[in-house]
């Protein structure tokens, strides 16, 4: 991995084995894009923009002939008002109202490893030389402006990564009305678009679409990353599989508003930006201050959009989680919201404890409910205190007891909500969200806190505090039910159009406080399920309630979805009931366990229910998940079959490190009347490995499993009939296998 810069061509390289990104100064000024793809040789990478007369073009006003124009230049950071008519990336309004910036090529430093960036989630590095930093200067003299450019490359993914700063050196404030964190220019437009968007209990649907002229947007207008779309988008060739065929990749290390946008212009060019959404948001800029805009992962692969996903996936583990929890395994927990809901009282819980730990689980989450007089949805939301009339003898002695069991404790929070109907409303109606003079719209029955205010978020980690430094907590829930609106500040002092983003900040600025203040606490990011599954969130919290939909069926979608970008080891993923509460599907047991075992394995459900069969396979998915837990959690993981592909099957393999041992998971959706089997092949095996069939005498060299596959044929037991049948709707089968050693 390493930065050049040629002086004599005036153009920089990024390389490392797998990419290559490439930048010139063109015109003793304007930065122009070369190249991102597959790593290449570096023999005097120069710019070649192509040099014509093209009608409708504008040029600047230095410049001689009519061959150079802004409004064909791949540009590296496009700026507005200047004859370049696509989307731009950075917009600003000067005190007499003006709005041109005129950026200019100034400098460039290359800094060993990666500077973090103040306030705000971002990848670092864990050992020395793992990455380098190429920072750019970018000056607009006449308005006193600097713009920094960070690309960080690192030595083992395909990933560059890349954040913007903005420094005014003028006397006067500017209003910051766009600053985007990434732009790349492409030089034709033959892609097809990759997005993640879903619903509540439909996240991340994986959407492709070929690529047409015009602007593509993909945004978050909702506070919050949201469940609609995801920072995540990706362009592909048009033959790209899962497996085969370029991907460029863009995901957003932010929790708040955000854009994705992809614009194909009259010449069939594309370019691709992501950033804070300039829609709610202007930001002013004082004599001095700078800006710093969050960091965007541009990932490449030249293996399809698998190996992307194993890249962000590494990267993410190693390089974006962080603290006691980043590489240990998670555990077999149960959470009493399916179970119970609101209506539980403390010999309830204690007797799903009781028998969870039987079971084989490890940590009970008590969910929603537990503080304030929370007996439904309507109230005590800010009330950080425990329901006395549900936990007579308090939440402390309640962990405790749980915690004699031999089961670890986590509880359940929503520290940015107050209900109107609660003490902290009543004390403090300035702490909620809302326009000035406007009326806040209620979302399930709650406001949001106003976190840009440090009071209000003070107030409530505070109460967080006293309640962790009391009682043994091992693990937090954080949720977040719903999205914003009216977004504006009671304090005069705030400005409406820095609200959303200062709000992030102070959700950021608390969670930094409190993970480095517990950093023994296991924190699980929520909202709604996976509405706020980003890498900003990642960053703070290893693992994220991937969805509220728990059905089985419905989990194959919502996992090979979420798996496009987010790590195993982070992915929530329960049993619970049928018929299934979200859908009303009745699944086998066996088969939500198949489907959670490819996840952070927990129940949902109220196990005192459950008869003794149930149990005894409930136990033994615990041992099998417990005995494979490094390798599902930490392996690395293959798309096989595509739900969003097949309708009738699914299929997933996670391979641990060495290679030695692997998982094969297959899931038989629905059935067809007289149809043949079909072999499913394995992925990422060592080819000369001679592999054992789950423990049983079949064994395969891993190129026959490749290559040939093997016919996986689950069963289900038949009413009627004494032996199970390869037939039925819902059947699955995970298969283990292991390198034959000599010994
Ligand atoms: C939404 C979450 O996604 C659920 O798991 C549960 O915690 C409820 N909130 C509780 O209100």
Known sequence: MNIFYNEKTKSFHMKNDIVSYQFSIEQGKYLTHNYWGKAVS??????????????????????KGREFSLTTLPQEFPGDNNGDYRESALSIRYKDGSFNTALEYDSFEIIEGKPGIDG??????????????????????????????????????GVITRSTEIINNNVEAIEIEKLLSASVDFDHSNFDLVQLPGAWGREREIERDKLSRGVHKLDSKR????????????????????????????????????????????????????????????????????????EVVMVYSDQGLNKMSQDLHQLYQNNLIRGEHQNKERPVLINNWEGTYFDFTEDKIENMAEEAASLGIELFVLDDGWFGKRDDDLSSLGDWFEYKAKLPNGLKALAEKIKSKGLKFGLWFEPE??????????????????????????????????YSQKEARDHVLN??????????????????????????????????????????????????????????????SCSGGGGRYDPGMLHYMPQTWTSDNTDAVARLEIQTGTSMTMPISSMGSHVSAVPNHQ?????????????????????????????????????????????????????????????????????????????????????????????????????????????????????????????KGIYIDPVVPVEGSTEPHPIGDFRSEIIKISKVTND
């Open 42 to 63: 570096d023999n005097q990478s120069k710019s070649d923009y192509r040099y014509a007369d093209r009608s409708f073009s504008v040029i600047p006003n230095e410049i």
């Open 583 to 707: 859908v009303n599907r009745i699944t086998s047991l066996k088969m939500r366990g198949d489907v959670a075992m490819a996840g952070n394995l927990g129940y949902e459900l109220d196990v005192t229910q459950m008869n003794d069969d149930d149990k005894e396979t409930v136990r033994n998915q615990i041992d099998f998940y417990k005995e494979n837990r490094s390798l599902i959690q930490f392996g690395t993981f293959y798309r096989i079959i595509s739900p969003f592909d097949s309708k009738d099957s699914t299929s997933w393999m996670i391979v641990n490190q060495a290679k030695d041992e692997a998982l094969m998971y297959f899931y038989k959706i629905l059935d067809r009347a007289n149809t043949l089997s079909a072999r499913v092949k394995f992925k990422g095996l060592q080819p000369e490995f001679l592999y054992q069939v789950n423990k049983s005498e079949s064994c395969y060299y891993g190129d026959e499993l490749m290559n």
């Open 417 to 450: 909500m107050i209900s109107e109907d609660s003490d902290l409303y009543r004390n403090h109606p300035e702490w909620v969200l809302k326009a000035k003079d406007s009326a806040p719209s209620q979302g399930r029955d709650q406001f949001v806190i106003d």
């Open 463 to 524: 109460q967080m505090k006293q309640i962790l430094d009391d009682v043994p907590i091992d693990y937090i829930k954080w949720d977040y039910n719903r999205n914003m609106s009216e977004l504006g500040s009671q304090n005069p002092a705030i400005r409406d159009g820095e609200v959303a983003h200062r709000f992030i900040l102070g959700l950021y600025e608390m969670l930094e406080n409190l993970t480095s203040t517990y950093p023994h606490i296991l924190w699980e």
């Open 223 to 294: 506070g919050t990353t949201s469940h609609t779309y995801q920072p995540f988008m990706a362009l592909t060739d048009p033959d790209t599989t899962e497996h085969s065929g370029e991907v460029y990749g863009m995901h957003f290390v932010y929790s708040g508003e955000f854009v994705a946008n992809v614009e194909v212009d009259e010449y069939r060019k594309t370019r691709m930006q992501m950033g804070i959404s300039p829609e709610h948001f202007s930001w002013k800029l004082n004599k001095g201050d700078i800006f710093q805009a969050p």
């Open 120 to 157: 705000l989630p971002a990848t670092y590095i864990s050992r020395d030389n793992e990455a380098k930093t190429l920072k750019i200067t970018l000056v607009d003299n006449s308005k006193k402006l600097e713009v920094h450019l960070f690309y960080t490359i690192f030595e083992n993914y």
